[in-house]
């Protein structure tokens, strides 16, 4: 086999070195206009997300009088590491000295609040929000407690979820201080008709969650993943978990990827644990879907592997909206996103993978060597059909593997960079 292979090469040498100098440059100059040509053509077609308005970046909260809601502004340590980014490269595109006094760390971010954000992108589900939000609230409450009434010398019991014994990483950067306790959540409405920020609103006003959730209001739909992105800029959690609204996992799963994810975290403390229904094939919420809709999702888990980088590749249930980042991880996938449709968990992970090296420390904090990108710990998850799922099985499968293969493209001919000028 090999000497045929051998031969193959040798044959096409020959014939390469046998042709004419204007053939090879012909075929020069048509490589060269197909990769200029595909490279304009993926700057029409490749998503960009729009501008965020002025409104978006404020929330509407119950109040402890409970006959009104109150309007604030939005915390946002996007908006401050962005500002700085743009500085930063302005100076160095320009040449100034000062560049590289003033060049930031790229994953510089405020430290955390409270211990967690949920985040709940939210499109008319009036019907589907409040179990889920019940749900929610009671495990929070029992393992996170609330930052408005836990102090840290309150002797509240340590979340079970939190490990008791020294952390694996003692010397790790940016690690959620010890006392931190509470949670937020933030339903990102995503230009919804029906009554979803009504049901919402009076669901905090029963339970008293005044300040804690926080509805914040797109004027135009985005998608799910611009409804994710929006709402992950403004996370003032350790740890960020975006959820789905409809309920299908099981919220006390929580825990497990708070664990799994403090398995993988890097020197910088940065790492991603993603709720996976892989388990669940054969199962008998599965085998219940429809036989094109199966044929479907193995298809796109086939078109995955290939288009994918090779961590992500790997990842068995790349779509379950069930998704967990330390608030180091943050920095490094949020401000590059782009998709904003269903296909935007995959781009999440990509750049997660791509995500610049860290020194990887040793039992005694000395530096051992370096880890490029940010792990993701795929955590098997409990999990349910939902019905009123606005997913199109058909329509969305191939919007997903058209936009699966140009985000790939995309970042491979850099259209999109990890620079921001």
């Keep these: 086999m090999s000497s045929q292979i051998e031969g193959a090469m040798d044959a096409l040498l020959a014939t390469v070195a046998e042709s004419p100098l204007h053939l090879l440059l012909g075929l020069v100059v048509l490589l060269t206009a197909a990769f200029y040509s595909?490279?304009?053509?993926?700057?029409?077609?490749?998503?960009?997300?729009?501008?965020v308005l002025p409104s978006e970046k404020t929330y509407i909260t119950t109040t402890p009088n409970g006959k009104e809601n109150v309007r604030r502004q939005l915390p946002c340590w996007h908006d401050r590491w962005l500002a700085e980014r743009h500085r930063s490269e302005h100076l160095e595109r320009i040449g100034d000295d000062r560049a590289a006094a003033v060049i930031p760390n790229a994953g510089a971010i405020e430290p955390a609040e409270?211990?967690?954000?949920?985040?709940?992108?939210?499109?008319?589900?009036e019907d589907r929000?409040?179990?889920?939000?019940?749900?929610?609230?009671?495990?929070?409450?029992?393992?996170?407690?609330?930052?408005?009434?836990?102090?840290?010398?309150s002797g509240a019991k340590r979340p079970a979820s939190r490990p008791s014994t020294p952390r694996r990483h003692p010397h790790a950067q940016n690690t959620?201080?010890?006392?931190?306790?509470?949670?937020?959540?933030?339903?990102?409405?995503?230009?919804?008709?029906?009554?979803?920020?009504?049901?919402?609103?009076?669901?905090?006003?029963?339970?008293?969650?005044?300040?804690?959730?926080?509805?914040?209001?797109?004027?135009?739909?985005?998608?799910?993943?611009?409804?994710?992105?929006?709402?992950?800029?403004?996370?003032?959690?350790?740890?960020?978990?975006?959820?789905?609204?409809?309920?299908?996992?099981?919220?006390?799963?929580?825990?497990?990827?708070?664990?799994?994810?403090?398995?993988?975290?890097?020197?910088?403390?940065?790492?991603?644990?993603?709720?996976?229904?892989?388990?669940?094939v054969g199962s008998e919420a599965v085998v219940k879907r429809s036989?094109?809709?199966?044929?479907?999702?193995?298809?796109?888990?086939?078109?995955?592997?290939?288009?994918?980088?090779?961590?992500?590749?790997?990842?068995?249930?790349?779509?379950?909206?069930?998704?967990?980042?330390?608030?180091?991880?943050?920095?490094?996938?949020?401000?590059?996103?782009?998709a904003e449709g269903w296909i935007f968990d995959i781009e999440m992970l990509m750049l997660a993978e791509s995500a610049p090296a860290v020194p990887v420390l040793g039992s005694?904090?000395?530096?051992?060597?370096?880890?490029?990108g940010i792990k993701v710990a795929e955590v098997p998850i409990d999990w349910h059909e939902v019905?009123?799922?606005?997913?199109?099985?058909?329509?969305?499968?191939?919007?997903?593997?058209?936009?699966?293969?140009?985000?790939?493209a995309s970042w491979m001919m850099g259209v999109y960079r990890r620079r921001l000028t």
């Design 38 to 51: 595909l490279f304009s053509l993926l700057h029409l077609v490749a998503p960009q997300p729009r501008a």
């Design 114 to 125: 409270v211990l967690v954000t949920v985040v709940f992108p939210a499109y008319n589900e």
């Design 129 to 153: 929000i409040l179990p889920t939000l019940e749900e929610a609230v009671e495990y929070l409450d029992e393992k996170y407690g609330r930052a408005t009434h836990l102090k840290p010398d």
């Design 176 to 280: 959620p201080r010890e006392d931190l306790s509470g949670y937020e959540i933030i339903i990102v409405n995503d230009g919804s008709s029906d009554k979803t920020v009504d049901v919402a609103l009076q669901f905090a006003r029963e339970h008293g969650l005044h300040d804690i959730l926080r509805v914040v209001t797109l004027e135009k739909n985005r998608g799910k993943g611009g409804g994710v992105t929006h709402g992950l800029r403004h996370a003032r959690g350790a740890y960020a978990l975006f959820a789905d609204a409809d309920g299908a996992s099981r919220f006390s799963d929580l825990g497990k990827l708070i664990e799994g994810c403090e398995e993988v975290v890097d020197g910088a403390y940065r790492g991603v644990a993603i709720g996976s229904r892989a388990h669940l």
């Design 291 to 338: 036989a094109l809709r199966n044929f479907l999702m193995r298809s796109f888990h086939l078109v995955l592997t290939i288009l994918t980088p090779p961590a992500t590749s790997r990842i068995r249930d790349t779509q379950c909206g069930f998704k967990l980042f330390s608030r180091a991880a943050l920095p490094h996938i949020v401000p590059y996103m782009h």
């Design 364 to 372: 005694d904090g000395a530096v051992i060597g370096s880890s490029p």
């Design 387 to 408: 019905g009123g799922s606005k997913l199109n099985v058909i329509q969305d499968s191939i919007k997903m593997a058209v936009g699966l293969a140009v985000l790939r």
